[in-house]
Every structure is written in C-alpha cells, then in structure tokens.
C-alpha cells in the first residue's frame, strides 16, 4: 500500500514570504498525485493535481507543485503567500490502480499579516 | 452540479444514541468514500463503494459503524451506538473512474459531536 509523508507538521510565516511543502510518498508503480487545501472550518478543496505530462503543474490561486519521481516527491510551492493562504494543506496520492487515496497527514500553515 | 452534499451539517448528540450522517454524491460518480478527520488521527478513510457495492471497509473502527450506499445517489454511515470517542469531523467523497478525471471530491462534512 501506498503512504504519503509530509514534514514539517507546522508552519509560521509572514506575508509575502515564499512557501514550500514537501510531499513523499512510497509507492514503485504510476500514481496519481494530488494536493488538497483546507481552510479553517472548512472541506478539502482540491488545489493541484498531476496524473501526466508536464511534471511542473499550476494550481489555483498561485499554488504550483514539481513532481519528481527520481525523488518520489510532489512538493507544494508559492513564491507570495497571503494571509488567507492560512489553511491546512494535505498531500494525497493513489496508485494507477486503484481509486484508494492515501493521505499525508498535513501540515498546518498560518501566514502572518 | 451542486457538488458533495452531506447533511447534517452538524450533529450534537448523547453517548449510546444513534446516528446516521447522510450523503448524495455527485451525479455520474461511481465511487464514494468515507472519511472521518480528527485532530489525533487525521484523515482516516472508512469505507469506499464502487457501483454501490462495498470494497473496502477495513478502515470501519467496530461494528458499532455501518454504511450502506442502496442506490448511486445516496448513502449513510451510521453509528450505533455512539461514542465520545465518536466525536470528529466526516467526509464524504465521490470520484469517477477510467475517465479524464479521477479526483475525489470532497462534501462540506458532518461535525459530529457526541457528549
């Protein structure tokens, strides 16, 4: 089975710092990888995803993410963050096989006006 | 589409009381997940249906859980009986399969707190 580890549980940053999560996962076979954004009180909203092609994927609201799968890893980048960038962000990944995500378990971001 | 919908949104609830939280999961979708989220434990998954059968539901914590998907437009988790420990945040998810877009996505959840 697949495992996701994200690091770095906890985040503290200001405004208009660059921001960059990392995301592991242990799996030998193709996967699909995705990352989720929860803001406080809120539901998993998806932010990125990458299935093929171009391993540089753009996300919404200024969020990109590089799979490099030498490294098993799809890191979660933004050059500007924003204080409502304030969320809790979670790495999730499935193998081509199955439609069983298994999540990381988060890293709590808060972004300082 | 109109997305996830759960409901209820919130549950408060007495220890040894029943409780069933619903889901409609998007329209077209074949797979449907269950996930309760705490602070100790995170995002567990539970239960997923494919087609309304049951495939893996070995994240069930005890037999005091039960999910039923009777038909692809509804589906319930119930907690008989309930727990304390019970108390946290689920989610309801549902996905399509062999086609151009295999995301889970996710309902508003059901905060469930049992006293």
């Known amino acids: 089975a697949q495992s996701v580890s994200q690091h770095n549980h906890h985040v503290i940053l200001s405004e208009a710092a660059s921001l960059e999560l990392g995301c592991n996962y242990s799996y030998g076979g193709t996967v699909n990888l995705f990352w989720y954004v929860q803001y406080p009180g809120q539901h998993l909203q998806l932010l990125l995803k990458?299935?093929?092609?171009?391993?540089l994927v753009k996300g919404i609201k200024g969020f990109e993410a590089e799979f490099i799968k030498s490294k098993f890893s799809f890191n979660l980048r933004k050059p500007s963050v924003q204080w409502s960038d304030t969320a809790e962000y979670f790495c999730a990944v499935n193998a081509r096989r199955n439609n069983r995500l298994a999540f990381g378990k988060g890293n709590q971001v808060v972004v300082i006006p | 589409d109109a997305g996830v919908i759960q409901s209820p949104r919130h549950e408060v609830t007495e220890m040894g009381q029943e409780v069933t939280l619903r889901c409609k999961p998007i329209s077209g979708h074949d797979y449907l997940f269950w996930y309760r989220q705490t602070m100790m434990r995170g995002l567990e998954l539970l239960i997923y249906f494919n087609n309304n059968v049951p495939i893996d539901d070995s994240g069930m914590p005890e037999d005091r859980f039960s999910a039923k998907m009777p038909n692809a437009s509804f589906s319930t988790l119930k907690i008989q009986p309930s727990e304390p420990r019970d108390s946290a945040v689920y989610f309801c998810?549902?996905?399509?399969?062999?086609?151009?877009?295999?995301?889970?996505?996710f309902g508003p959840g059901t905060r469930l707190l049992v006293l």
């Open positions: 990458y299935f093929s092609g171009d391993p």
């Open positions: 998810a549902s996905s399509s399969w062999g086609g151009r877009d295999e995301t889970q996505y």
